[in-house]
């Protein structure tokens, strides 16, 4: 597995980490499995988060008999105030079965006021600051959809890393990977496969790991068989023939930009539409033949695109600031 150096915390982390989103899906037994053969396979870099319910809880386990010392490990927390994060903190060195975090990262900031609460007085800066000094955090990272907000945090020279999405049909994150590299701040890629969208994982993440300004790519994993083939990828790696870029800009191409990473970040709807399923039944009728199968999950949900009311409010909260609105009726129109 390449190895590379996650800019100024000289950690040497592996060119494919670990994705601690899908690993909720698993029971404990298969957890540790999953944490045990990705060391097996050289993966040293986990990320995860106190958002991910039980992701931390079931990675300390794997952590616990795979031996933590064999890790890069970064969780992150939504909170701003400086109590808030303290809490988190302490919650997610409980769950992680560990008396250090080696990057602790500020999640998902949406916004500009979000960098400036963060940084204020009470904000949770000070805070991981402080536990910094304790030897509880080692480094401290930010992550966002935004570059534009990245790069606002870069400047500020606080951050030892940043974490955005990135993949062939996202590539607005380039200019700020050259950056980040030029100021020897670390590069960690989330969102791989665009959130399920792409489908061909091996090839995106060759894409992603043959730019030379990204550290650490960390698609998520919840099977053995996933944490073999992802880490394959890492694995002397070569550039994309002339046939596989040929083949990952077609999907691109076919993608568009408007289209949902199932983030989940609209959600909760007060109609109680579960928003990103509904574009993922969509995607099931019109790119992977599965028209009846469908349609029949479409219409047995308990709530669905034809009983939105329009209140506007999962788009304000989208970070790819879709128009959700006018994609539900677009899915209606197929599926209802
Ligand atoms: S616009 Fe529709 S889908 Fe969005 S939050 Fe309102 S009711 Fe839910
Ligand atoms: S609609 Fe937007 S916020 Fe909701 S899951 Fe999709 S990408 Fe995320």
Redesign the pocket.
Known sequence: MEKRILGRTNFEVSVIGFGGIPIQRVDKDTAIDIIERAKATGINFIDTARAYTNSESLIGYGLEKAGRENFILATKSMKRDYDGILEELNISLKNLRTSYIDLFQFHNLRSFEELDQIFSEKGALKAIKEAKEKGLVREIGITSHSPEILDKAIDTGEFATIQCPYNPVERQGEELFEKAHRMNIGVIVMKPLA?GAITNAKLSLKFIVNNPNVSVVIPGMDSVRQVIENANVGKNIKPLTEGEKAIIFEEAEALGTEF????????PCPQGID??YQ?LMEGYYTRYNLQEWAISRYNNMPANARDCIECGQ?ET????H?P?RKMLKRVEEVLG
């Open positions: 959130g949902c990473r199932r983030c989940g970040y609209c959600l928003i990103p574009f999962c909260k989208c970070p790819y879709l959700i």
